[in-house]
């Protein structure tokens, strides 16, 4: 089975072409970091004229290195949500457009699956259940994935999700836009002790997450410096900042472990999905913490971590395989929890306002 991913639903635009055998023929991003960096941040209208622009000849290029045409193709996988409205339409419309002029399948993909189930396109020995932490942009969470479209959601965010707190931290220092690579980048030579950070939440029953009191924490050291930030003290500070999210993001996943332990006492694996995977302190102190637990960690590599089709493309190929197809009339979300019974985490009106982006 050969599937053409599409993902549209923020400021990546990108296509692959995946098979059922796991093997990715093509996977293409381009990212529209340069058209947003003047406006500090993402322009939801930018993003998805910029989609617009890019889509078509990304997929005829996705084709291109795959040697495959639409004759080729047995169905079609797109990002529907959640995400900036209009990014995720551009996607959408074109992924139906495709499978309906060339009569194929179709599969609207959450875009939290994409990332849920990324591991399993790299690691075939990957059984459900598993625990899930899925750490990006937008979503900080802890799941237990019992199948695909089966997830329990055991902890979110109350406030910022960990790249965003990353991104948040980046801008604070001049550290550029996307923040988590920077402040990575910047903490290699940094002393992560220099500065003590608070570490929300932790030793805290549960598994829910807080970044924005550290974020705050960290403006505060900032402003009270008497001389101004040098390159010494930005690695300092990206360095005391990673590893104070590390420590928050190892000490939730461990209570998780205990919740999926008691609730699935077969369940082998620890996974992680999402941008902030790509981190390689996040990823050496998960592996620790796996064997700490007698788990096994699937870490997808960096390219399935941050946003891409492949992702999305496998996440259909999942779905298709169960019979799982959807029709013309899917519509694009902005909002699209994975969990649809979970409750809003605490703190969180009604209108769930101040909750996570999905
Ligand atoms: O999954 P993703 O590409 O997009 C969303 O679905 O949100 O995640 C993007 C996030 C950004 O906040 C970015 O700063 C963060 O992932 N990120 C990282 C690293 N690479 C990307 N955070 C920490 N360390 C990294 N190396
Ligand atoms: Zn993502």
């Not at 001389?227 to 003290?233: A, E, I, K, Q």
């Not at 971590?305 to 779905?319: F, K, L, Q, S, V």
């Not at 694009?332 to 929890?337: H, K, L, V």
Request: aromatic letters at 4%; charged letters at 20%.
């Amino acid at each position: 089975m050969l599937v053409l991913g599409i993902e549209t639903s923020c400021d990546e635009t990108a296509a692959a072409l995946v098979t059922d055998k796991r093997e990715i023929r093509a996977n293409v991003v381009l990212s529209q970091i340069d058209e947003h960096a003047p406006y500090g941040g993402i322009v939801p209208e930018i993003a998805a004229r910029s989609h617009i622009d890019h889509l078509d000849g990304l997929i005829a290029r996705a084709m291109d290195d795959a040697g495959a045409t639409f004759a080729d193709l047995d169905g079609v996988a797109v990002t529907a949500g959640p995400g900036l409205i209009g990014a995720v339409m551009v996607g959408l419309m074109t992924g139906k457009a495709v499978a309906a002029v060339h009569d194929l399948p179709l599969s609207a993909v959450n875009h939290l699956e994409g990332h849920a189930l990324s591991a399993r396109l790299s690691d075939e020995e990957l059984q459900f259940p598993y625990l899930l932490l899925l750490v990006s942009g937008g979503h900080c969470q802890l799941l237990v994935v019992e199948g695909v479209g089966r997830y329990k959601r055991l902890g979110t965010t109350i406030d910022d999700a960990a790249g965003e707190a990353f991104d948040k931290a980046a801008k604070l220092l001049d550290l550029g836009y996307p923040g988590g690579p920077a402040i990575e980048r910047a903490a290699k030579n940094g002393d992560g002790t220099r500065f003590s950070l608070p570490r929300p939440l932790k030793g805290r029953a549960g598994c829910d997450f807080s970044f924005s009191g550290l974020k705050t924490a960290l403006l505060h050291k900032v402003q009270a410096l008497e001389v101004g930030l040098d390159d010494s003290l930005r690695a300092d500070f990206a360095a005391s900042f990673q590893q104070a999210v590390a420590d928050v993001v190892v000490d939730r996943c461990q209570n998780a472990i205990l919740s999926f332990r008691a609730a699935h006492p077969e369940g082998r694996f620890l996974v992680a999905g999402g941008g902030v995977v790509a981190n390689s302190m996040l990823r050496a102190r998960l592996k620790e913490l796996a064997t700490a637990n007698d788990l096994s960690l699937a870490l997808p590599p960096l390219a399935l971590c941050t946003d891409n089709a492949a992702m999305i493309a496998w996440a259909g190929i999942e779905r298709l395989n169960l019979g799982l197809a959807d029709d013309l009339n899917a519509v694009p979300r902005a909002r699209w929890p994975l969990d649809q019974n979970a409750a809003p985490p605490p703190g969180v009106g009604r209108a769930g306002k101040l909750g996570p982006k999905a």
